[in-house]
């Protein structure tokens, strides 16, 4: 399928944000890899700050989104923290680059872009903190740091971008579910993410990014 030019600029912008950062892209270097002049560049992207922002909006609204179709209708707070952490691990198997950028080029925005950018992020993160207290309100959950915890888990979650390969031993299924037994365990819960609930994240997955998992 053909690539318009501005999805062309977005996916060159994402490779060399991932790779050089931010601040380590150079405008030439962008027009390069779109294969445009830099003077036609502009009228694609605007700054190289809209770029990043439009880039990072569009991955978290992207990730709010699904976390929000995953724990749908769930009110047990261990299937809602399973079914965060497993699509969590997905996301960011199958889209490293982007979740890269949105990982590590935060402090590389201006405050009024930044504020947006962390709201965003603030609200997904909600939703974990929610089933972490949750779980702990009704004793599933076993931790004296909630906040803490949570910082720990997404933390271990995101690591997935910056190693995972499909070569590797274990399947995307495997490894979400070995990551959602992980986080459990750090919060002193015996309970395992139900097989059904992985199948729901994988499907979550796949229509939001449109890809297959």
């Given at each position: 399928?053909a690539v318009n030019t501005r999805?062309?600029?977005?996916?060159?912008?994402?490779?060399?944000?991932?790779?050089?950062?931010?601040?380590?892209?150079?405008?030439?270097?962008?027009?390069?890899?779109?294969?445009?002049?830099?003077?036609?560049l502009y009228h694609y992207m605007?700054?190289?700050?809209?770029?990043?922002?439009?880039?990072?909006?569009?991955?978290?609204?992207?990730?709010?989104?699904?976390?929000?179709?995953?724990?749908?209708?769930?009110?047990?707070?261990?299937s809602r923290l399973g079914s965060?952490?497993?699509?969590?691990?997905?996301?960011?198997?199958?889209?490293?680059?982007?979740?890269?950028?949105?990982?590590?080029?935060?402090?590389?925005?201006?405050?009024?872009?930044?504020?947006?950018?962390?709201?965003?992020?603030?609200?997904?993160?909600?939703?974990?903190?929610?089933?972490?207290?949750?779980?702990?309100?009704?004793?599933?959950?076993?931790?004296?740091?909630?906040?803490?915890?949570?910082?720990?888990?997404?933390?271990?979650?995101?690591?997935?971008?910056?190693?995972?390969?499909?070569?590797?031993?274990?399947?995307?299924?495997?490894?979400?579910?070995?990551?959602?037994?992980?986080?459990?365990?750090?919060?002193?819960?015996?309970?395992?993410?139900?097989?059904?609930?992985?199948?729901?994240?994988?499907?979550?997955?796949?229509?939001?990014?449109?890809?297959?998992?």
């Amino acid at each position: 399928m053909a690539v318009n030019t501005r999805d062309r600029v977005r996916q060159a912008a994402v490779k060399l944000f991932a790779t050089k950062g931010f601040h380590g892209t150079g405008i030439r270097d962008l027009a390069q890899e779109a294969e445009l002049s830099s003077a036609s560049l502009y009228h694609y992207m605007g700054t190289k700050e809209d770029l990043l922002v439009a880039i990072m909006n569009e991955s978290l609204r992207r990730l709010l989104d699904a976390a929000e179709q995953a724990t749908a209708g769930l009110a047990d707070p261990v299937s809602r923290l399973g079914s965060l952490v497993a699509l969590h691990v997905l996301a960011h198997a199958i889209q490293p680059d982007d979740t890269r950028v949105v990982d590590n080029e935060v402090h590389a925005l201006t405050p009024g872009a930044r504020a947006e950018v962390v709201a965003l992020r603030d609200a997904y993160e909600r939703l974990w903190a929610d089933a972490i207290e949750d779980g702990v309100a009704a004793g599933v959950f076993h931790t004296d740091q909630p906040s803490v915890t949570r910082l720990a888990l997404v933390e271990m979650c995101s690591g997935v971008a910056r190693w995972y390969s499909p070569s590797g031993p274990l399947t995307l299924d495997q490894l979400a579910a070995h990551y959602a037994e992980l986080a459990l365990r750090a919060l002193a819960c015996a309970r395992h993410l139900d097989v059904t609930a992985l199948q729901n994240c994988r499907e979550v997955v796949s229509g939001v990014w449109r890809v297959p998992v």
